[in-house]
């Protein structure tokens, strides 16, 4: 293809421009070759434009490639076409993110857009990156999904000048990974990711020229996934921040927001002692004069930046010490600093602001007043002290408030980071780096070159990775390809970092004892000048260089590299800080944490003094940047990076405004103009074989089309289209073309298009030409027969018209000049009067005025002879005050003469000596009163719990005589009850010989009871024997968690002195600031200062610290040493003591070290005595354990076996008890031969407290474990002691206070006496409950007892009396027993005789079948019987001989198979082949049987069990569609069988007599029916989850992106090189069509209509089925910019009509189904609709059921696919705009709520099944029911 070809008249073209860069023309002349061409702009302009042959104008692409979403699909890839499709995206569709290859350009639009809900979140999650439009969502989900498949990790590079948006876009990215890699309702760790961000902001964000809220560092997330993708933790990695904006910001420039944030919320009570006032009263957030930011309240940001820090740990006392250290840095930026004589200056006496900075850092304020003013000049023999000039004094003051703040911040990122941190192991990580972009200003300084060094680096990796993803493109397709030159900048970088370059002349310069920028400067001329070709010089300076870098190149000026590379500090200064009695303050700038995490800054003099032999120097600020940027390198190489660039598109952040200018440069700083000029290189334009057939089909011949082979059919197409073979390439599945041959292709198709359009508009045009003038001619001779008439009339009325109008003007010109002459001599009559009266006033005005003046001038004149008197009295005094003050000032010299003296120091030190013993004597005395309320304080609690006890003790004797009186209660009702028994005496007696018989077989199961109870006793003894011999391995589990519990408790002891330790350094510290400033005041040589200076220092420093200890005095808490806290805690006992006075119970005050010593020795005969137990735990020690991990003594066997032989005799003791109690009762039934009520009572009583005695068997256990914990901790105590005093043995000679000599054993010691309190109370709580049960078993003796008693009293009456007598007081005595006895053996008798009457009737039936000769009827009908029996999987509904109830019934103890079988295994396939909700039936038939028996108790259980079961399988088999749907309907149809028989009329209208028969009559259910109720709504909300998680996949394939109409669509390429990994599709390997969804709609309905689901019920849940089908395809379809054509809305509808027809063939249309489909509906008619001017009103009546974010979105995402179709102008989309505003619709969210769910309701729905006629199969094994 020739330029010929492409440069001919009409082609499109670009021309640079000076204002707009890029300015479109066309050519108005074919190019053959001449100089110049003629062209035409846009805007009509006609120009003439000269030719360069060798640089051809850019060629514009078609229209319908325009606005696409990826720029990499242009067939034309250049600037202009970048910059054109962004800014038409931009401004007229209003989107900011577009894909370029590999990279998502962000365009800011300054504006906020409703596109990062959580709803946008899950319409991104789990999509292919190239199926919906271009969002920062869309990267993150790529990268989430590559890491989760792939097991990669995965970066994500966010970069963009200040004010692009990169800290919202990282921002949006991580609240991505919080919504994806978390759960719906955000966890701990999701809380603790987002809550950084605020925090982040408030310390490291400002607002700049150019945004708001601008990051001023730059910072790097790992986000941490485990092996389940869920987020478990993230680390933080910053980089540069600018220091400087602490102390200097420009004009209307703000310093960090932190700062403005404390001074909005200066009037809360915990801020009042920081003294804030202001922003405009510091200096150091004054400086900007823009103290405030529009729509932004700093007050409430404070309580967000709190609350974060509150949700990632930091405490309230932490904040606190934070925004201290913050207020300090604010008042040091005010403190006065005034020159004076000699370069020296000074600081006022009384500066506030200094003493606020000092009280809120807690430091010396002379040290830090005279450090501030001198620096130290270290020499060889001695240490000067040098004044600083004023200059000097700001600048260090200066570069403290730096170095404070910035370790400040890197101390909350440490602290961000440790909250952040996960201890479970990290699998894979998300990486997200927010960092600034390349930056050129008119000034560039040490700030901007590390920023360009940094994207140096980061352009490097871009290009790697653009360019590998381009040849790995190629090498799939298997075409030939050559290599791609790119540009490389591993030059400039190795400029800039290799040996001897630019970092490497600064550090080295930096070490020089006079290094200068000159100096480094003309190095780097020596060096690089004119060797690489990187770097130059200017022309007109000295100071400054010049760097070439891939965007642009920049002049750097060379002032302050070398301070801002060395950052250094005073050493002076920061030693005041170490010896802060804050702790923060002083871990803050320790030498440990500075050397830890490698930034710490240079602390050094002002001028650094050479260090003989000393070869360490502290790393630079470049040196530090380098290597954390060599880090960061390694990461991103090692992860998959995904690029974010943001644009910022104006300067004035305005909403949606383009500047071309501003964005192109971006553009070529940030690659993506290099990712184009990649992707031109190659061949850019790429697509499938199908979508290329279908869109060039037109330009085929009809014999070069192969059917059923795309790739034959492509390759016969195209030599006759392109000649040069070398344009394009055949992959595997894709055809390439070089840049440009895309847009060729366009270009014959149009014509092609056009040459067919012109032959069928030729023969349209002329028919219409010739029915057009048929009309005309018609029309116009009827129109000229009527204008000729019209005329006439016209002419007659304006005749008379003109008539009638002269004589109108004549009487009105009239009564005009009469009526103006009249109101002309008013006025003149009316002025000469006001003016007759104004000169009379002013007359009476003057001499009012002369007669005031007099009485003026009097009275001054007597004003000044009296001020002319004060004068000349106070000249006289001023007189005297000045001879006065002569006098003063000598006597005053006479003073300062003396308090230099010795003497006079000694005086003073001694009266602050004995003050502070008197201090000393005060605390003392404190402390020992403190102890003595301890004491009380410890006396009144033991007090009130023996209160407490004795309370106790009252309601137990309360419930005991409440107890007596029921009792006696009791016993009158037996009276009275032995009272009517008695009238049946005598059928008693002839029933005696069977209750007889009874009673013994009694009394023979009481006896086997008997020996049962006597055999568990012997198998408890032999259990507690076994438990005897196996407690070495208990011994051994509790030993080994001891040893863990102590070493741990060893660990927080080993933290605890550390802390110590740093409180000794920073007191150590405060020693050594305080003798350096002694040594100075009294150093006799050095630098000598005037004597006013040494003695106002000096005073300062004694009254700074006299001041001091007062306000010590005055704390309530004090931190130092040898002060009433470190008093109290010496106070504290020996570990060693309190471990004694554990083993021995003795007193604190008896135990020194020589009974400890005896102590040892005793255990150590006890060792000797136990000698066999000894050896046996050696030998298991060898066996099986270490030495170290169980004890070598015999402490805790000694305890062990006291504390069993103790246990042993109280179990001995309740034998011994249980067993006299139960020979009473045996001897008792010995000799009654009968037992008593009150045994029989207690026998029950025990059977039925099984469950207490189970409890109280768990209790003993628990109180047998504790025991032995307790045991342990106690040898282990005793262990620890004698191996304590075995280490001062051998190491501190005997002397056991060496070991413990800095109390490390107290704090482990406290925690274990905390750990023995709770298990002790434990322990007296277990054993209360074991009393307590063993209270109730003696209670039941003593009854036992009484009764026995009273039956031995009764025998021996009975002895007494005659033989009848005898047998009546027997009687007598059983009748209780017996009459319980009695009756149930009745109600068996009655049982008997109702089967005795059935069989006896069976019988009867069968003799008179047997009599007529009707043997082998009755032997058929018994065999149909049996193979019924045997094939019993049908429920039959029939007719029976017997008139059943309709009643089940069910023993308790049968209720668990019940639920097991009937619900928890019934499977589908089963219930399938019964009757339509049997299980409800049955499980109802059981409840009425407990409802005729009247049992309450039986019938709440059944219920309960039932739910519980429903529940249980429901969730057990969850993803089970078909089991769901079965439980929906068993429950709806028991939710209806309840209210049918629940004998409500209203439910019993459609009843039989029958029906209304067996309704219940005991029981009213409906609370349980509002149970029933909620269960089904719980299933059915889980069925329609599982629906939808099933259809899920083919709704978009389904509804948008089936193509049922072949041929309609004319696809165009989709770009998105590089993107395979992501297609979700081709990894799962289902091909979800519009038949699939069909097919899931028509399983959903087999599988409702067989388990017979209410109908009502199953329009709703297809109701809400196909309303989530809607919000899917609707919500993809808003985010999916090539499904918005004319083409795709025919093929939606088409596919919607087919649900449509699915719903009436299945009798489902009026269920609202349709009404759900409404939105999707209206979407696709909207895009086939017309859409101009005249339809605005029909487009908004027809799309009543989109919102208007919906209809504006769609007409912004439409896009034509061919030439035919015009673009919706933005004009049209106003109008509609406006015409939505009368809408009343107040909802205007862009996407359906795809959560949302129609409320549920279940209309009564009665069964007209008879409960008699149903038999229950033996398929469901329930052989347990009986009819009833």
């Given amino acids: 293809m020739s330029t010929k070809e492409l440069y001919t008249k009409g082609a499109r073209i670009w021309i640079p421009d000076n204002d707009i860069v890029w300015r479109a023309a066309e050519l108005k002349e074919n190019y053959s070759g001449q100089d110049a061409v003629a062209i035409q702009y846009e805007d009509g302009e006609d120009s003439k434009l000269k030719i360069d042959k060798e640089n051809l104008p850019h060629l514009r692409n078609p229209d319908i490639l325009i606005g696409e979403n990826d720029l990499t699909s242009l067939s034309y890839l250049n600037e202009p076409e970048v910059l054109y499709n962004l800014k038409l995206r931009f401004l007229d569709s209003n989107l900011i993110y577009t894909y370029c290859g590999i990279v998502l350009v962000a365009i800011n639009p300054y504006e906020q857009l409703d596109i990062y809900s959580n709803d946008i979140i899950q319409a991104y999650s789990g999509q292919d990156m190239g199926a919906m439009d271009p969002h920062i969502f869309a990267v993150a989900e790529e990268a989430y999904k590559q890491m989760s498949r792939f097991e990669k990790n995965q970066s994500i590079i966010v970069s963009g000048e200040s004010g692009a948006g990169k800290t919202v876009s990282a921002k949006y990215a991580m609240r991505f990974f919080a919504t994806v890699g978390g759960s719906q309702t955000e966890t701990l760790v999701e809380r603790k990711v987002l809550a950084s961000n605020p925090i982040m902001e408030a310390i490291g964000n400002a607002k700049t020229t150019r945004n708001d809220n601008s990051s001023r560092f730059g910072k790097y997330i790992e986000l941490g996934f485990n092996r389940a993708n869920s987020i478990i933790g993230a680390h933080m990695r910053t980089y540069l921040l600018e220091k400087s904006r602490v102390v200097f910001q420009a004009q209307d420039e703000r310093n960090y927001h932190i700062f403005y944030q404390m001074c909005a919320s200066a009037k809360l009570p915990e801020f009042k002692k920081m003294g804030l006032k202001n922003a405009d009263d510091f200096f150091y957030t004054a400086q900007g004069g823009a103290p405030e930011i529009n729509d932004v309240n700093d007050a409430e940001d404070l309580i967000s930046t709190r609350e974060a820090m509150t949700t990632l740990g930091l405490s309230e006392q932490q904040q606190m010490v934070i925004f201290q250290i913050l207020a300090a840095v604010l008042h040091f930026g005010n403190v006065s600093i005034q020159e004076c004589e000699g370069e020296t200056c000074e600081i006022p006496d009384n500066d506030i602001p200094l003493k606020y900075m000092c009280k809120l850092l807690a430091i010396e304020e002379s040290q830090m007043k005279m450090w501030l003013c001198n620096r130290k000049i270290q020499t060889v023999n001695e240490t000067l002290n040098k004044p600083l000039t004023e200059s000097q004094a700001r600048d260090a003051r200066d570069a403290l408030a730096k170095h404070i703040y910035s370790n400040l911040f890197n101390w909350i990122v440490t602290q961000v980071n440790r909250a952040l941190h996960s201890a479970s192991k990290q699998h894979r990580f998300i990486g997200v780096l927010d960092i600034y972009g390349f930056e050129t200003f008119e000034i560039n300084s040490f700030e901007q070159f590390c920023i360009n060094y940094a994207n140096e680096k980061l352009q490097q990796i871009f290009n790697m990775h653009v360019f590998k993803l381009e040849q790995e493109e190629y090498v799939k397709e298997a075409i030939e390809w050559s290599f791609i030159d790119f540009y490389d900048n591993q030059p400039c970088i190795d400029l800039i970092e290799s040996k001897l370059g630019i970092l490497d002349l600064l550090d080295e310069e930096c070490r020089m004892p006079k290094g200068s920028d000159s100096n480094w400067c003309q190095k780097l001329y020596d060096k690089h000048l004119g060797k690489s070709r990187h770097f130059n010089k200017p022309r007109m300076s000295r100071t400054a260089f010049v760097i070439i870098h891939f965007a642009d190149q920049v002049t750097y000026t060379a002032d302050g590299f070398l301070e801002k590379n060395r950052d250094t500090v005073l050493a002076e200064q920061i030693n005041i800080l170490k010896a802060s009695e804050i702790e923060l303050v002083g871990e803050l700038f320790s030498e440990a944490v500075d050397n830890k995490k490698g930034r710490g800054v240079n602390v050094a003099p002002i001028k650094q003094q050479p260090k003989a032999g000393s070869k360490q120097h502290k790393q630079t600020v470049g040196t530090q940047f380098r290597e954390s940027l060599s880090l960061l390198m390694g990461t991103l190489n090692a992860t998959t990076p995904h690029y974010i660039r943001c644009i910022k598109p104006n300067d004035e952040k305005c909403a949606f405004s383009f500047d071309p200018k501003r964005a192109v440069e971006q553009l070529r700083a940030c690659g993506v103009l290099e990712t184009i000029r990649i992707s031109a290189a190659g061949y850019p334009s790429r697509w499938t074989y199908p979508e290329y057939f279908q869109r060039y089909r037109v330009l085929a011949k009809a014999k070069q089309i192969i059917k059923g082979n795309m790739r034959k059919t492509c390759e016969s197409i195209m030599p006759d289209l392109i000649d040069d073979p070398d344009k394009y390439r055949f992959g595997k599945t894709k055809i390439f073309f070089r840049a440009g041959q895309v847009a060729y292709l366009e270009k014959l198709r149009s014509e092609k298009l056009r040459a067919c359009g012109v032959m069928i508009q030729k023969h349209i045009r002329g028919w219409l030409s010739r029915i057009k003038y048929q009309k005309i001619r018609k029309s116009a001779l009827l129109v000229q027969c009527f204008g000729r008439g019209l005329l006439a009339r016209r002419h007659a009325t304006f005749l008379r018209q003109t008539h009638a109008a002269t004589t109108i003007q004549k009487h009105w010109r009239g009564y005009k000049d009469r009526s103006k002459f009249d109101i002309l001599r008013n006025t003149i009559c009316l002025l000469q009067a006001h003016i007759r009266g104004l000169f009379a006033r002013r007359n009476y005005s003057s001499l009012l005025k002369n007669h005031k003046a007099s009485i003026i001038q009097r009275h001054v004149r007597t004003f000044l002879a009296k001020k002319r008197y004060k004068h000349v009295i106070r000249g006289i005094i001023l007189l005297q005050s000045h001879y006065r003050r002569r006098k003063a000032r000598t006597k005053l010299k006479i003073l300062k003469v003396e308090a230099k003296s010795v003497d006079h120091v000694k005086k003073v030190n001694k009266g602050l000596e004995n003050k502070i013993i008197e201090l000393q004597q005060k605390l003392d005395i404190k402390s020992k009163e403190i102890i003595e309320v301890k004491q009380e304080e410890k006396k009144i609690s033991e007090l009130k719990t023996e209160i407490h006890r004795l309370k106790e003790n009252k309601e137990v004797a309360k419930e005991s005589s409440n107890k007596v009186a029921e009792l006696l209660a009791e016993i009158e009702k037996l009276r009275t009850a032995l009272a009517k028994e008695q009238t049946e005496k005598q059928d008693l007696i002839t029933e005696k010989e069977l209750m007889k018989q009874e009673h013994n077989k009694i009394v023979d199961g009481v006896l086997e009871e008997k020996e049962q109870m006597k055999n568990q006793l012997n198998k408890a003894k032999e259990k507690l024997k076994e438990a005897e011999t196996s407690t070495a391995d208990i011994v051994k589990e509790k030993l080994e968690a001891a040893n863990k519990l102590l070493l741990a408790e060893f660990a927080s002891e080993r933290s605890h002195h550390q802390k110590l330790v740093k409180e000794h350094g920073r007191l150590q510290q405060r020693l050594e600031n305080l003798q350096g400033e002694l040594q100075i005041v009294t150093s006799p040589t050095g630098h000598q200062r005037s004597s006013s200076d040494i003695s106002a220092v000096s005073i300062e420093s004694y009254s700074s610290s006299a001041e001091a200890e007062r306000n010590n005095e005055e704390k309530e808490e004090d931190q130092g040493y040898d002060t009433v806290k470190r008093k109290s805690e010496a106070q504290r006992p020996n570990i060693l003591d309190k471990v004694m006075n554990e083993v021995t119970g003795r007193k604190e005050a008896d135990v020194d070290v020589g009974l400890l010593l005896k102590l040892q020795n005793k255990v150590k005969d006890l060792e000797k005595q136990k000698s066999k137990l000894t050896t046996r735990i050696e030998s298991f020690e060898d066996g099986s354990m270490s030495p170290s991990s169980v004890m070598n003594d015999s402490a805790f066997n000694a305890l062990k076996m006291q504390e069993l032989e103790n246990e042993n005799d109280k179990l001995k003791r309740e034998v011994k008890r249980l067993m006299g109690a139960l020979a009473d009762s045996s001897d008792l039934d010995d000799r009654s031969g009968e037992t008593s009520p009150s045994g029989k009572k207690f026998m029950d009583k025990f059977k039925k407290k099984g469950a207490s005695k189970e409890k109280f068997d768990a209790m003993c256990d628990e109180l047998d474990r504790r025991r032995e914990e307790c045991l342990q901790l106690r040898a282990l105590l005793a262990d620890r002691t004698i191996s304590t005093h075995t280490i001062a043995k051998e190491s501190y000679s005997g002397q056991d206070n060496l070991v413990n000599e800095d109390d490390e054993l107290s704090m482990a010691y406290k ?25 109730e078993l003696k209670a039941e003796i003593k009854e036992l007892r009484k009764d026995n008693e009273r039956q031995q009293k009764l025998i021996g009456q009975n002895l007494s009396l005659g033989p009848e007598a005898k047998i009546e007081a027997t009687m007598q005595h059983e009748i209780t027993r017996l009459t319980s006895e009695n009756l149930d053996l009745r109600e068996e008798i009655d049982k008997h005789t109702t089967q005795i009457r059935m069989l006896k009737k069976m019988v009867k039936v069968y003799s008179k079948k047997l009599q007529a000769g009707e043997a082998a009827e009755i032997q058929a009908e018994l065999e149909r019987a049996e193979s019924i029996d045997s094939n019993g999987s049908l429920a039959t509904v029939k007719q029976k001989e017997r008139a059943f109830m309709g009643m089940l019934e069910l ?356 069964s007209n099944i008879q409960l008699e006629s149903i038999e229950v199969p033996d398929v469901l094994h329930l052989s347990m029911l009986k009819k009833v």
């Fill in 1311 to 1335: 925690t274990q006496k905390d750990s023995n309190r709770l298990l002790q109370s434990q322990l007296e709580k277990t054993e209360k409950e074991a009393k307590k049960i063993q209270e």
């Fill in 1451 to 1806: 023993k308790k103890e049968d209720e668990g198979t019940l639920v097991k079988n009937l619900i928890l295994d019934l499977k589908p396939k089963v219930a399938a082949g019964l009757i339509p909700g049997l299980p409800a039936y049955v499980l109802f038939m059981i409840v009425r049987q407990t409802d005729f028996t009247n049992d309450d108790e039986k019938v709440r259980g059944l219920l309960t069990n039932t739910i519980n079961g429903i529940k249980k399988v429901v969730k057990r088999h969850n993803d089970d569609l078909e089991r769901i749907t079965l439980w929906l309907a068993n429950t709806c149809r028991l939710l209806h069988t309840l209210k049918q028989y629940s004998g409500e009329k209203a439910f019993q209208t459609e009843n039989t007599p029958k029906q209304n028969e067996q309704c219940l009559r005991n029981f009213d259910l409906s609370e349980y029916r509002q149970v029933f109720s909620d269960l089904a709504v719980w299933i059915y909300q889980g069925l329609l989850k599982r629906m939808e998680e099933l259809i899920q996949p083919s709704i978009v394939p389904a509804i948008l992106e089936h193509e049922a109409i072949s041929g309609l669509n004319a696809s165009k390429p989709s770009g998105l090189r590089g993107r395979a990994s992501s297609n979700a599709r081709e990894l799962d390997g289902n091909d979800y069509t519009l038949d699939s969804l069909m097919k899931a709609l028509n399983n959903y309905m087999r599988i409702v209509t067989q388990h017979a689901v209410d109908p009502e019920l199953a329009k709703q849940i297809f109701r809400q089925v196909f309303y989530y089908i809607c919000a899917g395809s609707l919500n993809n379809l808003l985010l999916r910019k090539d499904m918005c054509n004319w083409s795709k809305g025919m093929q939606i509808r088409y596919n919607l009509s087919h649900l449509e027809q699915w719903l009436r063939d299945n009798k489902l249309h009026e269920s609202g189904a349709i009404i759900a489909l409404d939105p999707i509906i209206q979407a696709s008619q909207l895009l086939q609709a017309r859409k101009t001017d005249s339809d605005v009103e029909s487009i908004s009546d027809m799309c009543s059921k989109l919102t208007n974010a919906q209809i504006v979105k769609i007409l912004n995402l439409y896009t034509p696919v061919d030439e035919f179709e015009e673009r919706v102008p933005i004009s049209f989309i106003r109008k509609i705009q406006e015409k939505l505003k009368s809408r009343d619709d107040t909802n205007n969210t862009l996407l359906m709520d795809t959560k949302y769910s129609y409320p549920v309701t279940f209309p009564f729905n009665p």
